[in-house]
């Protein structure tokens, strides 16, 4: 016959054929990945670094250029200041000199008058050729400079080399201007020296007049207002601004 019991026993004590297997330890599984978690943290120190160094190169590069730009507009900048000078400089010596060589002075003229005349002309023509020459030749020198290499920064080779120069030029022509409207003023009297005594009185008088008003006008608003403002050292109007 058979036997509950012993059946029953065997069915009991059989082991469970889906039973899950035991669990992994976790500090094994940590030994095994810790050598690919430092080679992954090392990696990326590599990679930060190599950026870092990229990244730098870049600003020094972005750095090398805004110097070059600022050293080419700082040279265009005096370039164009130097131009204005240097060009109306010798227009006003040029029209000088055409009075002088062109204008007939007639044979009664007065000495005095005659004499005024030839040096108020020529003193035109020598203050407007000082200034045209110094801002021409600063002109040749500030485009010699070299812009890349920059053997000192132009803020220091403008105040060191030109500067004064500059306004040495532009004194010249600052005082230029009023003798060359005196010039005018000596040629009425000369154009209308022939005429008689009313035209010649009215003529010579009213081009004097107009002088005398355009020198008072240049030296009560033009030259006191803008000519210490450029040149005077020390303000924000100086020719060398080293926050510029």
């Known amino acids: 016959g058979t036997d509950p019991a012993g059946l029953h026993c065997?069915?009991?004590?059989?082991?469970?054929?889906?039973?899950?297997?035991?669990?992994?330890?976790?500090?094994?599984?940590?030994?095994?990945?810790?050598?690919?978690?430092?080679?992954?943290?090392?990696?990326?120190?590599?990679?930060?670094?190599?950026?870092?160094?990229?990244?730098?190169?870049?600003?020094?590069?972005?750095?090398?250029?805004?110097?070059?730009?600022?050293?080419?507009?700082?040279?265009?900048?005096?370039?164009?200041?130097?131009?204005?000078l240097s060009h109306l400089s010798a227009l006003i010596a040029g029209f000088a000199m055409v009075v002088l060589v062109e204008i007939s002075i007639p044979a009664t003229f007065p000495g005095p008058l005659l004499l005024a005349f030839g040096v108020s002309a020529s003193s035109v023509i020598a203050m407007m050729l000082v200034s045209m020459l110094n801002a021409t030749l600063m002109l040749v020198a500030i485009n010699k400079y070299d812009c890349i290499r920059r053997e000192m920064p132009f803020v220091t080779f403008w105040r060191k080399r030109c500067e004064a120069d500059f306004v040495f030029a532009l004194r010249a022509f600052v005082l230029g201007v009023p003798v060359f409207i005196c010039v005018l003023g000596l040629v009425g009297w000369t154009v209308f020296w022939d005429r008689t005594t009313f035209y010649r009185m009215a003529g010579g008088s009213s081009v004097t007049a107009v002088a005398v008003a355009t020198v008072v006008f240049w030296f009560s608003h033009t030259e006191r207002k803008w000519v210490d403002w450029i040149v005077t050292t020390g303000n924000n109007a100086s020719m060398f601004n080293p926050d510029a």
């Open 10 to 84: 065997r069915v009991r004590c059989a082991p469970a054929v889906n039973s899950p297997p035991p669990p992994f330890p976790p500090h094994l599984l940590w030994t095994m990945f810790a050598p690919l978690a430092a080679g992954m943290e090392v990696c990326d120190m590599a990679w930060e670094v190599k950026c870092r160094e990229e990244d730098m190169k870049h600003r020094a590069v972005e750095n090398e250029r805004r110097l070059i730009d600022d050293a080419r507009r700082a040279v265009d900048e005096k370039s164009q200041q130097l131009k204005a």
